[in-house]
């Protein structure tokens, strides 16, 4: 019997965050209720207090549960031996494409707003960042180790500009700006280009 109960209990939390993804990417965080996460989940509101404690605790967790997943599979890839730097661009272009149409990135973006005047929220989510960074830092480790540091930047700092770019687009495609001054993830690929190229060029050895 208790082992139904836990079963049924952790049957309505992933209801729950399932449907605060769902309210959350189409009406962001200005518009997301509990009453329509409750409703979307077929549930009462009480059941959010019981599983996270309040909105925010919800918000948090739905939060933490999509980027640990992604901070996963981001490490698998960049950790395969077998793919040049350029092959890694390339899949991390194809995860950006995925991560818009999941909502992730509308849920981080929200996020990101959201802390600028709520410090538990900012917090998760510099948290979550510097996972990334950290990643992206061992990447441009690596291309420095097998072709040398480009000019004067750091694997630090280099990594910083390549987060900046991300998330820069991420900002402007949500907003609709893309296509207003250039297609930013046509870009991104050509960086990925010019990776191969160098690539193509190093020595042998």
């Known amino acids: 019997m208790a082992r139904v109960t836990a079963e049924r209990a952790g049957q309505t939390k992933r209801e729950l965050l399932s449907a605060a993804q769902t309210v959350l990417v189409s009406e962001g965080f200005a518009g997301l209720s509990t009453r329509r996460v409750a409703d979307g989940a077929g549930t009462q509101m009480s059941q959010i207090q019981y599983h996270f404690g ?17 901070i996963e599979r981001q490490s698998r890839t960049f950790d395969q031996p077998n793919l040049s730097i350029a092959e890694k661009w390339d899949l991390a272009c194809d ?3 995925e991560d818009i149409a999941s909502g ?9 707003a959201a802390g600028w005047s709520n410090d538990k929220i900012g917090s998760a989510v510099r948290k979550a960042l510097a996972e990334w960074h950290k990643l992206l830092i061992a ?21 910083a500009l390549i987060a900046c770019a991300f998330m820069g687009a991420e900002a402007l495609i949500l907003l609709g700006y893309e296509e207003q001054i250039h297609p930013i993830r046509d870009v991104l690929r050509q960086v990925g280009e010019v990776i191969a190229s160098v690539e193509r060029q190093a020595p042998e050895g």
């Open 95 to 97: 995860y950006f494409d």
């Open 139 to 159: 990447l441009v480790q690596e291309a420095a180790d097998s072709q040398g540091r480009v000019g004067p930047f750091t694997p630090e700092g280099l990594a």
């Open 54 to 70: 309040s909105k925010e605790g919800m918000i948090l967790a739905l939060f933490e549960s999509m980027n640990a997943g992604l």
């Open 104 to 112: 992730y990135v509308r849920v981080l973006q929200e996020l990101i």
